[in-house]
């Protein structure tokens, strides 16, 4: 038999954390969440979930970014996949380097006073994130995936199952 998977939800929304908790458990998945970022980190750091899910603004506004870095950029947690869960509208592009195509994006004038700049390559499946911090210096990650809120079971689930049956 094939151990359950694990997925840390990590939101300040308890009423978001119920919704998605309750789709996935119906799904067979085992859920675990935490409420902001330290919350958050200790748990991905102390279970190493097979998925993470992220919320942006929570006690700060990029919180959920800053947690979503630390994961990428930590050599034990990196390999989980991380999750986007914003309202945020997300820029789509056909090449592979979403990093690129983010600075391009910037330079664009509709695009150059944006604080966060999410992009996703809908060919590779290659996202990311590029904002601007508090100090006003460019942050790039890449990321898994971006779903939206207020989050539809429809396209979490088959996103959540592509991620985990790479």
């Known amino acids: 038999m094939e151990k359950q ?8 929304d ?22 902001d970022k330290k919350e958050g980190l200790k748990l991905i750091k102390k279970e190493k979930p097979d998925l993470a899910i992220l919320d ?31 309202s945020i509208d997300v820029l789509t592009t056909t090449k592979p380097s979403v990093q690129a195509m983010a600075r391009e994006f910037r ?26 911090n508090e100090y006003n210096e460019n942050v790039w990650f890449p990321v898994s995936a ?4 207020p989050v539809d079971a429809n396209i979490l689930v088959p996103e959540i199952e592509r991620l985990l049956n790479n």
């Open 14 to 35: 308890i009423d978001i954390i119920n919704v998605v908790e309750s789709v996935l458990t119906a799904q067979g998945y085992i859920v675990l969440s935490a409420n």
């Open 107 to 132: 330079q664009q004038s509709e695009y150059s006073d944006l604080r966060v700049i999410l992009v996703k390559d809908l060919v590779s499946g290659n996202a990311g994130v590029d904002y601007l």
């Open 56 to 86: 942006v603004m929570m006690t700060t506004q990029f919180e959920g970014f800053e947690l979503a870095k630390e994961i990428v950029n930590d050599d034990i947690l990196k390999q989980i996949p991380v999750i986007i869960q914003t």
């Open 146 to 149: 971006f779903v939206r809120k």
């Open 5 to 12: 998977k694990r997925i840390v939800i990590v939101d300040d």
